[in-house]
């Protein structure tokens, strides 16, 4: 029995350490505020169509980010009496909005706000007559969001009197604002680099057709092609649905170890890199991170658990319909380097590039080239939101020297030698 208890002992210390940890950190706090539902109008289109319009905010008054992964609304029915105002309604968040009405995942800040507006398109014959019999109507609010626990659900219902809508004669149209850093209009004007468009790539795509296709006419062999890490991963079906996901206790537990922009502060993120290389050494690269962390040295935990967890993306971090997804990283990424090398002559990496001029070259086909990929990758010409530029041509001549507009030293030498 003491043999027991002292084993048990340890176990019961962990877990508790665990869940004080999650007390101390605490989490996401996300609700509609009603209370400052705004800018109310009604617009007429025409005789039979008319759009409902109002603005509401979101808030986050916790202590951790919030991802708020759906949303959507309805005209509550009264029976079947709005059935005949065939209602159609979007959830628009202001600062991604989309026309077709999806939801894109998205993350709210700890103590910031997220402006949405909804809208409610009713169509019937003779469209005001309908609307005079309306008068107080409500409109239910679904959503979702998740944060160090998992997904929390959530129903408001708000009420309305018609007669507080005021009818405008223009519905302004809701724009998403535009930002284009320096560094990536600098990458833009490097023939040596150029970002490659290609069709939203799916699970099953074949890369070797894709690189094909995306460089007909534009390179040649020795060129280099460096591609997208979660590109690969995606068309690999190395990804799975957030709710398909169902975290272990542990998962719900280590996660809170993680800082908040980490994508293993989700536990659904964590709960992937449990399964990809096991609990054990999950929970002993925790213990080396926490060893690392006394000592002063960072990066113990990913050091030990493998460039495989490294690479696992949360919710938001790709583009949709895989915003709602979690994302490993590449498998077998040697091999796949080489055999689109043997089929199109291009060198290949496979690569983890981000806005802050980060780039992580996870494979490469030609190991000599790895100083100039990073180079020619700093700028992120790739993109991580809409560009729908997954792959990019590094052309053979490029140099960490190049210039903006493409020429290295070692042309411009040549350029001087032949004027002489």
Known sequence: MSKFLALLAPI??????????????????????SDRIAEKTIFFADENRACLRFNIPFKNTGRQQGLIIDSSCFLQPVGDAHSDLQPVCRWINRESPRADGYWEACVLKPGSDLLTTVEIWISAPD?????????????????????????????????????????VKRLPEIVKEEKKSEKKASSSRNKMVVPLRTALLRPGDDLIEVVKKATDGLGKPGDLIAIAETVVAIVQGRLVYCEDIKPSYFATRLNRLFEMNSSLSSPYALEMAIREV???????????????????????FYRVAGRSVATIDDCTGTLPP?????????????????????????????????????????????????????????????????EMTPLVLIKQDFSPSSNLNGSSKSAQAKTVETKQ
């Not at 944060?147 to 018609?162: A, D, G, I, Q, V």
């Not at 915003?323 to 199109?344: E, F, N, Y």
């Not at 291009?346 to 494979?363: P, Q, R, Y």
């Open 12 to 33: 019961a210390l962990g877990a508790a350490a665990l869940e004080f940890a999650g007390m101390k950190v605490g989490d996401c706090r996300v609700s509609l505020r």
């Open 127 to 167: 469209i005001r007559k309908h609307l005079a019999a309306l008068s107080t109507f409500r409109v239910d609010c679904h959503y979702k969001f998740y944060c160090r626990t998992p997904m929390h659900y959530r129903k408001e219902e708000l009420t309305f009197e018609l007669d507080s809508f005021e009818e």
């Open 278 to 300: 096991g609990l054990g050494k999950i929970l002993f690269s925790v213990l080396a991170g926490a060893v690392g962390k006394a000592r002063g040295k960072a990066g113990e």
């Open 322 to 386: 895989f915003d709602k997804h979690v994302v490993m990283g590449p498998a077998r990424g040697d091999q796949l380097c080489a055999s689109i090398k043997a089929a199109t002559g291009f060198e290949v990496a496979i690569v983890d590039a981000n806005d802050l001029g980060k780039v992580d070259v996870l494979h490469l086909s030609d190991p000599t080239r790895k100083n100039a990929v990073v180079e020619a990758l700093k700028p992120n010409p790739q993109g991580n939101a809409d």
